[in-house]
């Protein structure tokens, strides 16, 4: 398993999510620790790896115990780079800008999924997936009340 983790992010973001134990969602939400700690046990970090669960999931609480945010006043503002050890080996990865930054945009595929992924955390994912189909085509809706009575629960 993982046993050391050495992240290094921009000093902005450092400062910012250096809680490594968050208590609330609120927290967990802003707390880099928590995020790479829930992207290694879950292989994902989508809204479902801030809640309540995920802040208390054991192995992700184990996993915030081995990681170190470190500051690197070299890195872009929407860079990182995190050496893993596991197994005896070591690990280094290096992302020069985040998904969703101006070099680096999401796909129409990521905001997809990315929407799919939050909207059925709240609706069934029938109304979820009409709910995409038609805000990809919102310049043929009569009217967007027609996609905010579709978006309540």
Request: proline share 5%; glycine share 6%.
């Amino acid at each position: 398993g993982v046993t050391l983790v050495r992240s290094r992010f921009p000093p902005s973001a450092a400062e910012l999510g250096s809680r490594r134990h968050p208590a609330t969602v609120l927290e967990a939400k802003v707390s880099l620790g928590h995020w790479v700690a829930a992207a290694l046990a879950r292989g994902q970090a989508t809204l479902a790896e801030a809640g309540l669960p995920a802040v208390h999931d054991p192995e992700i609480v184990r996993l915030r115990d081995v990681i170190q945010l470190e500051s690197d006043g070299a890195l872009a503002p929407d860079a990182a780079c995190m050496t893993i050890e596991a197994d005896g080996e070591q690990q280094t990865v290096r992302i020069d800008h985040c998904k969703g930054s101006i070099e680096n945009p999401m796909s129409d595929d990521d905001l997809s999924r990315k929407f799919a992924g939050q909207a059925t955390m709240q609706l069934p994912a029938q109304r979820a997936s009409e709910l995409l189909a038609r805000a990809w085509n919102v310049d043929r809706e009569r009217s967007v009340g027609d996609l905010v009575q579709l978006a309540r629960r």
